[in-house]
């Protein structure tokens, strides 16, 4: 297995053009070779756009959501690489997990390194991981999975299920007012130009009436609502269980229990889940 | 019940230029970085603080809890109540005092006073005669008469308005106004530069020494007040053009303060609480006045600490010699000599009727480690940069020693208070 090494971050345009045209073949593959990005310098002026758009403070410690967008560009580059036959579009991000190893300073020199794995059946279609790591100075500060199902694309073996996260209603203790622009917010801070979070056309032919926020921007928004009350080192784990519709209002709901934070993003009634959300200390995470 | 409130520590950003390094950051990012340090340094994540009292001069109207909400950005516990306190370039003092207050009356026993301002995010309003128009269309009972309303909207309503930078009852700037005190007590320009001058190198040094190690927190890559130029000399400082006062004037960028971003906290408590925790002690808050001077009937604007100064050095039986220390906030450098000269006035003096001049003090016991011409001036933060820079000066220098701060306001007004070295 060899490593492919990226002397700068792949611009999105074409890589994310590619990534987006529907693969032919109905056999999932992907790329064996993980890529890496190395000596990657933070942009303090976009983490302060990122913050604003998200709800954090403007901290010199940068939140771990901050990271998977800066891995963002190599899941693009990994599934619109030839190799591949599964493509973005169509691939939709199921659940995310990561873990903050150590505060990470906005001024640390990143290397940026993403793998595909884990491709596996399901009902559905394919599920498969992109694994992300990232390390500074060789030590590894941040690790992410994020899983996603390529609708329609076929993998040998049983289908998998993937659990379906428990809920009972909530009484959201705040609303969140997500304005009809956040799509395009989202898209300058994260990179990502995917149409379906800012064009109502798009959004329709992927069978939404409206554009859908991205699930990373209420990942992001989630965290950013237990901001001070976190530890230094944390795993996040979430499951992206209904889109959110732009314009719109949501619920949320958190509640704290054996050093466990429990997080619903919610329709505005709390009856229904958009986004669940686990933090814990990594502490906890290894016992 | 009395207790003693004393200064366990300080906190603050590097202070920066407006549209500098900080420039990104807004009111409550800078307030949550001041405390976050404030907190990691005395270990108080998930304490319950008695309260916390903060402020900032260019407020937006969306910032009326600001110090609250910065609050609820940190580790300290969420049922930590906090309030907004505005006096002007007076608020990070006022704040001390009002903090110190409490725990002196055991209301409290143990809070936080903080100051932040940024001036690179100084919010723009509309119009008066646009924001009415607004108003009104809002109130609007049916469509037809809200587009009727919104009719009278003309394009000269449009302009946003910066913050206003003039006193209100003069329509003259702070610069403008203290150039008038200047003219009026013979401040030279070889004495303006002078203290500019020394600021820097004053307070060069003290970062040098490593002074600030335990009262500053890196922010944003910056890690040493980003204004200060230790190399400046009297000598450079004399090339530059008159900033206030007409071609023949005498204040320039050089000797007054530049518009800056920043915030400052300090950790105030009980002496007893400061010992249970085991945390350091480094003075006592003695006492403060706060006065004002009628600036709109022609006295010097930035001369309100004088008589401050008069009656709180007469209300403790103290003179102005008995001070080891004395912190005057350099607003410009001509503040500062100006209000020397008052201090030593029997005439002025005895019009704000004090019982005979204030005196005068050594150079070199006057901002010791440079203030705000070299540090930035960020408004509210000033009193709480100086607050902790004072206090731990004072322990250096031994129980009893003595300091007077001295911070002139907007609208006339001035805010003083003595600590006392533990």
């Known amino acids: 297995m060899a490593v492919e090494v990226l002397s700068e971050a792949p611009g999105m345009g074409a890589a994310f053009a590619r990534a987006m045209v529907p693969a032919r073949a109905r056999g999932a593959r992907l790329p064996e070779d993980p890529v890496r990005l190395e000596g990657y310098r933070q942009d303090a002026a976009r983490l302060a756009d990122y913050a604003r758009v998200c709800g954090f403070p403007l901290r010199d410690t940068v939140p771990p959501t901050w990271l998977h967008v800066l891995t963002f560009p190599l899941h693009v580059h990994l599934l619109g690489d030839r190799r591949s036959s599964v493509r973005l579009v169509g691939a939709v991000h199921v659940s995310n997990s990561m873990t903050l190893r150590r505060p990470v300073s906005v001024r640390e020199e990143l290397a940026i390194e993403v793998a595909a794995r884990g491709l596996r059946p399901h009902q559905r279609g394919a599920l498969l991981d992109l694994v992300g790591t990232i390390r500074v100075a060789g030590e590894t500060v941040w690790e992410g999975v994020s899983t996603y199902l390529a609708s329609g694309m076929e993998v040998p073996g049983e ?81 992206f269980t209904k889109p959110v519709l732009l314009p719109g209002s949501v619920g949320f709901h958190a509640a704290l229990a054996d050093g466990v934070h429990s997080v619903a993003v919610t329709s505005r009634d709390g009856a229904k889940p958009h986004l669940l959300m686990s933090v814990s200390s990594t502490e906890r995470a290894r016992a | 019940m009395h207790h003693t409130a004393v200064v366990v520590g300080g906190n603050r950003t590097p202070f920066a230029k407006v549209g500098g390094p900080l420039a990104e950051a807004s009111n409550q990012d800078l307030l949550i970085a001041a405390l976050d340090g404030l907190i990691a340094r005395h270990g108080l994540a998930g304490a319950r603080m008695g309260e916390v009292a903060g402020g900032a001069v260019l407020k937006h109207p969306r910032d009326f809890n600001l110090t609250r909400e910065a609050v609820l950005g940190t580790s300290l516990a969420p049922d ?116 500019a001058a020394d600021s820097h190198r004053s307070l060069a040094a003290a970062w040098d020494r490593g002074f600030f190690d335990d009262l500053v927190t890196p922010y944003l890559g910056v890690t040493r007040d980003a204004i200060l130029r230790p190399d400046t000399t009297v000598e450079k400082l004399a090339t530059l ?21 920043g915030a400052a906290a300090v950790l105030l408590a009980s002496e007893d609480w400061a010992r249970e925790h085991h945390l350091p002690i480094l003075a006592k808050v003695v006492d403060a006045e706060v006065a004002s001077v009628d600036h709109p009937g022609g006295d010097d604007l930035l001369l309100g600490p004088v008589a401050a100064t008069g009656r709180l050095l007469a209300r403790q039986g103290l003179g102005i010699a008995d001070m080891d220390l004395v912190e005057i906030h350099e607003a410009f450098a001509s503040t500062v000599a100006a209000t020397r000269k008052a201090w030593a006035d029997p005439e002025h003096c005895a019009a704000l009727g004090l019982d005979g001049p204030i005196g005068t003090i050594p150079d070199d016991r006057l901002n010791v480690t440079g203030s705000s011409l070299a540090a930035g001036h960020p408004f509210a933060a000033t009193g709480a940069r100086i607050v902790p820079t004072l206090a731990k000066l004072l322990h250096e220098r031994g129980p009893g020693s003595r300091g007077l701060i001295s911070i002139c306001a907007a609208g006339g007004q001035g805010v003083v208070a003595i600590l006392e070295g533990m």
């Open chain 1, 159 to 239: 289908p998998v299920e993937l659990p379906r996260e428990p809920f009972t209603a909530v009484v959201p203790h705040a609303r969140w007012r997500l304005p009809a622009g956040l799509g395009r917010d989202y898209r300058r801070v994260s990179g990502d130009p995917n149409p379906i979070h800012t064009s109502r056309l798009a959004a329709r032919a992927f069978g939404f009436p409206r554009p859908i926020i991205h699930g990373m921007w209420t990942h992001a928004r989630a965290l950013a609502a237990l901001d001070g009350r976190l530890p230094e080192a944390y795993r996040t784990d979430v499951a």
């Open chain 2, 80 to 195: 930590t109540p906090a309030c907004d306190l505005q006096q002007a370039c007076g608020t990070g003092l006022e704040a001390t005092v009002y903090i110190a207050n409490k725990i002196r009356l055991g209301q409290i026993d143990a809070g936080i006073a903080a100051g932040v301002d940024s001036a690179s995010n100084a919010p723009v309003t509309v119009s008066e005669p646009l924001r009415r128009i607004l108003a009104r269309a809002s109130r609007a009972r049916s469509a037809a008469e809200r587009i009727k309303v919104l009719a009278r909207i003309r394009p000269s309503h449009l302009a946003p308005l910066a913050p206003g930078v003039a006193e209100p009852r003069t329509g003259l700037s702070m610069g403008e106004h203290q150039a008038l005190t200047t003219e009026r007590w013979g401040v030279t320009r070889e004495e303006q530069d002078r203290i």
């Open chain 2, 241 to 261: 053009r008159p900033a206030f006062g007409g071609p023949e004037g005498s204040m320039t960028a050089g000797n007054s303060t530049a518009l800056s971003d």
